[in-house]
């Protein structure tokens, strides 16, 4: 192969793409067109408090992370849960993970993308933002676990990019991918996939400050209730793409990705009931968030409806999909899989954040409810994520299907 | 082994040397930024409109301020430069003749705390003196020193009301005062990403406002509720603005910085006491050095049953509360 | 390529390098400030803070040593109005119509304990109106009033000497310069009186 004629097929291999990610029928391009109006929602409310400064949300010098930290956090899960179709497909070589992991890749992307960007609207000088940079800035490495997590989620970006970029390169091409070239990658992405996790965990766990946060159950409790949500998600895209693409998704598939999400979620909540346990069965001072949080602390109870929904949600979800009623019907494990990854998204996000810095360390109690900003924000970012997944995953199964049909194996 | 102990990895500037050099070399520098931000106008706008310059003076020399160092590693000169365009830089924006200082820690000292629970009268003279003193911003009504009303039976500031607004002392309870309290093992500086946050030679943790990335990742770090953040653009009136200023003290700080107590070193380094101490009208607060066997902090740390708060958690403060 | 006896070595490097660093971070992390407190035994020469102004004038050498040296008190005899005392309070008696009321209306005496109020002769001198006098009869300067005060306060002004009780003022270098006791208190009725705080604390409304 000469050089010219790989930077032709290189240049085909990306008009291709972009062709591919951007035509579609009237309904792809009405939903297109919304992601853009909500992104536009969000860069809106990001000027606004680019303008007045954090000033605009609500949060305050005692709740001092909010709406952005917690769908970080959240979101990372998301990106780690990947692993739960790479592990299986690429290590234990199974064929019904094998054809779809692509699609928890591309996930896990998107999920990346969105929780890189709240962590960046959560900045207060994001202009300064090269002061991080090694080399040019300082970077408070190996101090800092925000240093390490900037450096896991980074590398785990570029992991993530770049594998599926390659695979699908050959795939295009009509070439069988080379394991020597991508294998090795792969397995630093397993082990990367834990570490970002554990390490954004490790963020709160390391706080001695905040009690509610320093509890040695936190990085196996963020493993755990992420392999429920990021699976439960990619249940629900699987189904929207079983449905709307003539890429089909067999129902062994549905089934292995159940089995996963319901041990999950059954290890999530033994461990949520170990927590409770810790801080209810003799409640200390360090009890207090965890009060704040379930019950309301000296009037403030804005948490408690959201914390027992999450929890109800959370067990009907499991539940659901543990003892299966309908058969792998969309119908249900749908909705239980919706249930669970809100569940966990508010038990996770909100729910997480908020106590931890509640109440303050000198003992005062607050509310906290995201602002309008915030939530515009976040809404411009999830349309980010969704507009990046769309963006990538079409194309991508553009390619799966020409090669499955042309080749199949 | 000396040179291992000097955590700033920067040489000590002897004080003597400094003044006489200082000025001399601050005029010429004044001019030369001048200079320079005239230059960078002419090249940003290609003509000088002499009616706009002012403005765009100012545009040149903050674009000059967003690519400066950390303040740490900063040459001696460097440290001028952005000095002199600070102040130039106040000079343009509010019309006021500042003066910052980068005064070094002194060779021989640790600057310590004492709090006397015991004479605290809750006449919050501390807070406002620290208000005006650091220049704090009076927008969102920003406050270092929380002063709180204490119930007998308990003995620390987080099971006290911190909101009381009456007539002071009322009988039968007591105040406690909670700030930051400058660790020696400082969860802060452990999690900032930047090092914009650290330890200075005599024991202070100060912030380089500049350096600050606003994640405040430090304020979930910190058990003490030490640190304030600018969650808006700062307000001071003009007229209340203390002159005499320091590069890691009250300075004017930016929107999205992170800034903290800093036992007000642009006193405490020349010798003075923090404002709190000198407007505290009781006598309840006690600074001094710690390294010094006959100062008065070591006096009371040796006479007096002093304990430190949440001293569980290792952080090993430099401020003591402690009883008549 | 690296030959095994390098790679050896070199690992046999960075596990020494990692020992030390390990070592090295253990013993410095010792004891913390209360032990490098302890390890720090010579006087720090106060002078050397060449920021530091000239005492003010109104000071005065203390009567009492201080941790092996001196220090000043502020002055009170300048301070107080209508000093010297026996331009009224002579041999003679006062021939001015109101005297008490005019000269001493504000004072209200609030000092000692309910059963047993001080008296104005408990401290000021009946026959030498200029200073004050001990129970044991010790004629004492205004300037240094606290040798009377501190015959009951006697924990207070041990404490005051040492720096525990009262304040310096303004400078924490420098020669040691504090307040009187009656720079803060009045000496009638020492106790602070209740007033409204300066300011309030940020409030968190919600």
Same mark, same amino acid.
């Given at each position: ?12 291999? =990306? ?330 998204? =508010? ?5 997480? =954040? ?56 | 082994?000396?040179? /291992? ?20 070399? &601050? ?48 040459? *001696?000169?460097? &440290?001028?430069?952005? !000095? ?28 310590? +705390? ?29 406050? +270092? !020193? ?28 007591? +105040? ?48 003490? +509720? ?13 007229? *209340? !603005? ?5 590069? /890691? ?28 101490? *000198? ?5 309840? &607060? ?9 100062? *008065? ?25 402690? !009883?008549? | ?206």
């Amino acid at each position: 192969m000469t050089q010219k004629s790989s930077v032709r097929q290189m240049i085909g291999f =990306i008009t291709d793409v972009t062709r591919w990610s951007l035509s579609g029928g009237i309904g792809y391009q009405l939903f297109l067109c919304l992601l853009v109006v909500f992104m536009m929602l969000g860069v809106f409310a990001y000027l606004v408090q680019w303008k007045l400064g954090l000033a605009v949300t609500h949060m305050s010098d005692i709740v001092s992370w909010g709406f952005y930290i917690a769908n970080f956090t959240f979101l990372v899960g998301v990106a780690a849960a990947a692993v739960m179709l790479i592990l299986p497909s690429y290590i234990f070589k199974d064929k019904d993970f094998h054809h779809v992991v692509i699609i928890g890749e591309v996930v896990a992307i998107g999920a990346l993308v969105m929780s890189m960007t709240f962590v960046f609207v959560d900045l207060g000088r994001p202009l300064q933002g090269w002061h991080i940079i090694p080399i040019i800035g300082l970077f408070n490495w190996p101090s800092s676990l925000l240093t390490w997590d900037i450096l896991v989620l980074n590398v785990y970006l570029v992991l993530n990019l770049s594998i599926p970029a390659y695979i699908l390169y050959c795939h295009y091409n009509q070439v069988e991918p080379d394991p020597r070239k991508y294998r090795p990658f792969v397995f630093i992405s397993i082990f990367w996939a834990f570490g970002i996790h554990l390490i954004t965990a490790f963020l709160y766990e390391g706080l001695p400050a905040r009690p509610f946060w320093n509890n040695p159950l936190m990085g196996p409790r963020f493993l755990a209730s992420a392999f429920a949500a990021g699976p439960a998600l990619i249940t629900v895209l699987l189904v929207i793409i079983h449905n709307t693409t003539v890429f089909k998704i067999p129902k062994q598939t549905f089934n292995k990705l159940r089995l996963i999400i319901v041990i999950s979620a059954i290890i999530n909540l033994i461990m949520l009931f170990s927590e409770v346990f810790k801080e209810f069965y003799f409640p200390t001072h360090h009890s207090l968030s965890a009060e704040y949080l379930y019950f309301g602390l000296d009037g403030h109870n804005s948490l408690v409806p959201w914390i027992w929904t999450a929890i109800s949600i959370n067990i009907i979800g499991t539940l659901l999909l543990a003892f299966n009623p309908g058969k792998n019907k969309p119908m249900l494990l749908l909705p239980a899989c919706i249930l669970l990854f809100v569940g966990i998204w =508010i038990e996770k996000g909100i729910g997480l =954040i908020v106590p931890g810095l509640v109440p303050s360390p000198l003992g005062e109690v607050v509310s906290y409810a995201p602002s309008w900003v915030e939530i515009s924000i976040a809404l411009g970012i999830l349309a980010l994520g969704m507009f990046v997944v769309t963006m990538l995953l079409k194309p991508a199964l553009i390619i799966e299907h020409r090669f499955k049909a042309e080749k199949p194996s | 082994m000396g040179f /291992l102990k000097n955590k700033s990895g920067r040489q000590q500037i002897t004080d003597e040397h400094r003044p006489c050099q200082d000025s001399g070399r &601050r005029e010429f520098l004044k001019k030369a930024v001048k200079a320079a931000a005239i230059g960078g106008t002419a090249v940003v706008t290609g003509c000088q409109a002499p009616g706009l310059l002012g403005s765009k003076e100012e545009f040149a020399l903050q674009f000059q301020e967003y690519f400066k160092a950390h303040y740490r590693l900063m040459t *001696e000169k460097e &440290r001028d430069t952005t !000095i002199t365009r600070l102040e130039r830089l106040a000079k343009l924006q509010k019309n006021v003749d500042v003066q910052i200082s980068s005064k070094e820690a002194m060779p021989g000292v640790l600057f310590g +705390y004492g709090f006397n629970v015991t004479r605290c009268e809750g006449y919050m003279e501390c807070v406002s003196a620290c208000v005006r003193e650091n220049n704090l911003d009076r927008k969102s009504n920003m406050q +270092y !020193i929380r002063i709180f009303e204490m119930e007998p039976g308990q003995m620390t500031p987080d099971a006290g009301q911190g909101k009381f607004f009456n007539e002071v002392p009322v009988d039968g309870r007591f +105040y406690m005062g909670a700030q930051c309290n400058h660790c020696d093992n400082a969860p802060c500086i452990k999690a900032c990403p930047t090092k914009a946050t650290y330890r200075e030679p005599d024991g202070i943790v100060v912030v380089d406002y500049d350096w600050c990335i606003g994640c405040r990742y430090c304020m979930a770090a910190c058990p003490y +509720y030490g640190r304030r953040f600018n969650w808006n653009e700062p307000v001071v009136p003009v007229k *209340e !603005i203390t002159k005499k200023q320091h590069y /890691l003290g009250n300075r004017q700080r930016r929107r999205g910085q992170m800034e903290k107590c800093t036992f007000c070193v642009q006193r405490t380094r020349e010798g003075r006491l923090p404002a709190c101490a *000198e407007a505290c009208p009781t006598g309840a &607060r006690i600074f001094g050095n710690l390294l010094d066997p006959k100062s *008065e902090i070591r006096f009371v740390l040796e006479n007096k049953k002093v304990f430190r708060w949440k001293e569980e958690l290792g952080t090993d403060p430099k401020f003591w509360y402690f !009883i008549d | 390529m690296k030959t095994p006896k390098q790679k050896k070595y070199g690992l046999a490097t960075v596990l020494g390098l990692m020992i030390i660093l390990t070592g090295w971070n253990a013993f410095s992390e010792k004891g913390g400030v209360v032990q490098t407190i302890k390890n720090a035994t010579s006087t720090f020469d106060n002078g050397s803070v060449e920021s530091v102004p000239p005492v003010p004038e109104d000071t005065v050498l203390a009567q009492v040593r201080y941790q092996g040296g001196t220090f000043r008190v502020e002055t009170r005899k300048d301070k107080v109005k209508r000093f010297q005392c026996s331009q009224c309070h002579n041999n003679q008696p006062v021939a001015i119509a109101n005297a008490v009321e005019t000269a001493h209306g504000d004072i209200t005496l609030n000092h000692g304990d309910k059963v047993k109020q001080l008296a104005c002769f408990t401290c000021h001198d009946k026959d030498n109106r200029d200073v004050l006098i001990t129970e044991k009869g010790t004629k004492v300067d205004m300037d240094h009033s606290y040798q009377l005060c501190g015959q009951c306060h006697f924990r207070q002004k041990k404490d005051w000497i040492g720096g525990a009780h009262g304040k310096r003022v303004s400078w924490w270098a420098g020669e040691r310069v504090v307040k009187n006791c009656a720079s803060c208190h009045d000496p009638h009725a020492p106790r602070f009186e209740k007033r409204w705080p300066k300011t309030y604390s940020r409030p968190f409304t919600e």
